[in-house]
């Protein structure tokens, strides 16, 4: 007895445009949006004051007219996390000329072509190398804030000129800044360029299916480099406005926000996470403050500092412990095969009957018990807890696996690549300890490194395939 499918649901007319409005996205976010700003206006007898209202446009405008570009860059599939980093590079430089006595019009036109130049630079990277866009700018992100420090180190820039200041303070009418009216501009810009222009409906395609673009004639390198431009335009003109505001420059400056830009159109994982990055770290900072916990009892100390015999620390045997565990697991096991199943084609892998959203459940609940295991030893090792511990460590994580060959792309890795690319990266950092190198220094080239490293296989490839056809 063969089983009947059930029946289908087939409409018998198109949702009307008034329907789909009604019930889109956009229509949940303004309903939010209405909800929020009623909860505001009972919540706080000042919210409703114009002048109020007006402060508000500043704690977003200048990402959002970061995220206009990156929505863009993300809906054909790329991404970049160097943002922020650009917007410290770009000030630093504006910091720079204005110590050389450059005025207003130079310090806007610098800020504008360092972020177009740090944009084009990733785009560069991305197309024409073929890099993955999360790989390059992690590195690039480590690369231009460095720089920033070690031209302004501890030190900040200050004395814009007067007429400066009205970019990021000043008022075109009334209570609208300048910053907000410049974001509603670009918002119409890129709203008519995304949704009205070829070159709109090109990056949809590019995001929907690169390789059948491709072959439909849309020059997908050319369109994704285009769009690093603009998400380096865009930041560029962010630093304007924000050392504008600020009136100074200092090498922390806009730290953070590439995170806050990802989240407004980023991936789900990488939303959560980010989310969850916060989430975490700021429960740390509301329970410790700036205070330290001390006064771990001097058994604890043994899972940081203790020696299983003679040089072999605790932490690096239970770490080669672990990477064979987690080798075999990987390498020696059907959960494994699954795995990297899942990482090459979800969905196909849904149809062979695995278990996708058990497996990744269980996979983030690996990931959060090694940190958990971090966390005890870290703290063994220090002997305190600060709300800041471990800070940085998660994109240190990534750079770790992705140089020790995992694709960013999912579907593809070793244990033994990552462990190599492990111990690599600590005699890095230990032999540059040594020589007294900064620890930003360190960071930069780590950055550098991870983008040589991710690039070297692929200019080799295309190397001897141009050689031998």
């Known amino acids: 007895m063969t089983d009947t499918p059930a029946p289908r649901h087939i409409p018998d007319r198109l949702d009307t445009p008034l329907n789909s409005a009604i019930f889109s996205w956009e229509a949940l976010l303004v309903a939010v949006a209405v909800a929020i700003f009623a909860v505001n206006s009972f919540a706080s007898p000042y919210f409703l004051d114009a002048w109020s209202l007006s402060d508000l446009t500043f704690n977003f405008t200048e990402k959002a007219l970061i995220a206009l570009a990156m929505a863009l860059l993300i809906i054909s599939g790329e991404i970049d996390l160097s943002v922020a980093a ?31 130049g740090c944009g084009a630079f990733n785009g560069l990277l991305v197309t024409r190398f073929g890099l993955p866009s999360i790989v390059v700018t992690i590195g690039t992100m480590s690369l231009f804030r460095g720089v ?3 031209v302004l180190g501890d030190q900040a820039y200050k004395g814009y000129p007067a007429s400066f200041a009205f970019f990021g303070q000043g008022y075109v009418w009334w209570v609208v800044s300048f910053e907000l009216t410049l974001f509603l501009v670009a918002a119409v810009i890129y709203w008519f360029l995304l949704h009205r222009t070829s ?8 995001g929907n299916n690169p390789v059948a673009a491709q072959f439909s004639g849309v020059r997908v390198g050319r369109i994704k480099f285009i769009l690093f431009c603009l998400t380096g335009l865009m930041a560029g003109i962010a630093s304007v406005l924000i050392t ?13 926000y590439e995170l806050e830009v990802v989240t407004r159109f980023g991936l789900p994982s990488i939303v959560v996470t980010i989310g969850t990055m916060s989430l975490f770290r700021g429960v740390a900072f509301i329970v410790l403050g700036d205070q330290a916990y001390k006064g771990y009892p001097a058994s604890f100390a043994f899972f940081g500092q203790g020696y299983v015999w003679w040089v072999v620390s605790f932490e690096l045997t239970l770490f080669l412990v672990a990477a064979v565990i987690y080798w075999f697991l990987l390498h020696r096991t059907s959960f494994g095969r699954r795995v990297f199943a899942i990482g090459n084609n979800p969905v196909a892998a849904q149809f062979s009957g695995v278990r996708v959203g058990r497996i990744k459940f269980i996979l983030f ?15 063994s090792r220090l002997g305190s807890t600060r709300p800041s511990i471990a800070q940085g460590y998660e994109l240190e994580v990534i750079t770790m696996v992705v140089l020790g060959g995992v694709s960013i792309l999912g579907g593809a890795g070793s244990i033994l690549g990552v462990v190599l690319a492990a111990f690599i990266m600590g005699l890095v950092t230990f032999g540059l300890g040594l020589l007294n190198v900064p620890g930003i220094v360190m960071s930069i080239f780590i950055g550098l490194l991870l983008i040589i490293v991710i690039a070297l296989p ?11 056809t």
């Open 244 to 256: 504008s505001r600020l009136g100074s420059t200092r090498p922390s400056i806009a730290q953070g």
């Open 199 to 206: 070159f709109g409906r090109r990056v949809f395609a590019i």
């Open 86 to 116: 650009i917007i410290a590079l770009a000030s630093t430089m504006m910091g720079m000329a204005v110590q050389a006595g450059a005025g207003t019009p130079v310090l806007v036109a610098i800020g504008i072509l360092v972020g177009l």
């Open 365 to 379: 609940c690996l990931t959060g018990l090694m940190a958990g295991i971090a966390s005890v030893l870290i703290t």
């Open 458 to 468: 692929i200019v080799w490839r295309r190397v001897r395939r141009e050689r031998f």
């Open 148 to 150: 920033a420090f070690i």
